[in-house]
């Protein structure tokens, strides 16, 4: 059973919630994700990754995405 958006949200680490906020469910590719949230390219790599660990993102076709329903 998908988790709704809200419980999702609370379950997200603090120091990984301005990334989650920043993703959408039309996916990102990491430039653009970079230059958003203004940090470098190695470090968004290592957030996405514990991100898409933990389940709550995913990567299609090279775009970085919320996973999950749009509840």
């Known amino acids: ?11 997200v680490p603090e120091h ?4 989650y906020a920043a993703l959408n469910w039309q ?7 970079c230059l958003q949230l203004k940090c470098d390219a190695a470090s968004l790599t290592g ?14 076709s090279g775009l970085y995405l919320r996973c999950g329903s749009m509840q």
């Open 27 to 33: 996916g990102q590719d990491l430039d653009q994700l």
């Open 47 to 60: 957030q996405l990754m514990e991100l898409e660990l933990l389940g709550l993102v995913m990567q299609q």
């Open 16 to 19: 990984l919630a301005a990334l």
């Open 1 to 11: 059973m998908q988790q709704p958006d809200a419980t999702r949200s609370s379950t």
